[in-house]
């Protein structure tokens, strides 16, 4: 496809990503409660929903009552979420210098819709680069995750958690593959490990990319 990636040189952009269940949610927040307590400008947010616009996208994506949705039909309300987010929330805080910490991003889109849904990947891949700009995470953290293991930690599920444990395997899969893909811009951790555990690898990779955000500025 050709896409490059575009890295802002304003604040850092850091994106958690995984399966159902994997702890995206709790570990994101506590990495915003660490660099908070640092002195870091954080903006914490998440895909799909955290805009006026994007809640709406998310009624529609994952109630269990839309039923079914074309692939394509599904994919655009995902891609008119991320062009929302990031145009009026992330790009704005990146500009300001901030830490952006985001639950779920493009990576979500190339791996549910993708590979779970199994549209043509440079097609998907196309329209989900243009719809944010091609902006791209300076790091992704992956929590892996048996999908058996994380859909078990839900008493309801949503449309896209009630999909077959075939469509999970190969949801994982597609995260593991682009993070292996491009090792400098990602870290995969076992979600399995303690929840402490897990936040501590976290912040010192973020750490360090902090350290090497300063230094580029200076």
């Not at 903006?43 to 006026?52: I, M, S, V, Y």
Request: charged share 30%.
């Amino acid at each position: 496809m050709g896409w490059t990636g575009r890295y802002t040189d304003t604040g850092v952009f850091v994106c958690f990503e995984g399966g159902e269940g994997s702890g995206k949610s709790t570990q994101s927040r506590l990495l915003a409660e660490v660099l908070t307590a640092d002195g870091y400008q954080v903006r914490l947010t998440f895909e799909p929903g955290d805009t006026a616009v994007g809640k709406e996208m998310r009624r529609i994506v994952l109630s269990p009552e839309t039923g079914e949705l074309d692939d394509r039909t599904e994919a655009l309300l995902y891609a008119a979420d991320k062009a929302e987010h990031v145009a009026t929330v992330v790009l704005p805080a990146l500009e300001r210098g901030e830490v952006v910490i985001t639950d779920r991003y493009v990576d979500s889109t190339l791996a549910y819709q993708g590979a779970g849904r199994s549209l043509d990947p440079a097609e998907l891949e196309h329209v989900a680069r243009w719809a944010t700009g091609d902006l791209r995470p300076h790091l992704t953290v992956v929590l892996d995750l048996a999908p058996e293991a994380g859909l078990g930690r839900f008493d309801e599920r949503d449309r896209i958690e009630g999909e077959s444990l075939e469509f999970h395997q190969r949801v994982r899969q597609a995260f593991l593959d682009l993070a292996a893909a491009n090792p400098d811009h990602y870290l995969v951790l076992d979600a399995r490990a303690s929840v402490e555990e897990i936040a501590s690898a976290i912040a010192d990779r973020v750490g360090l990319l902090l350290g090497q955000a300063r230094r580029e500025t200076q």
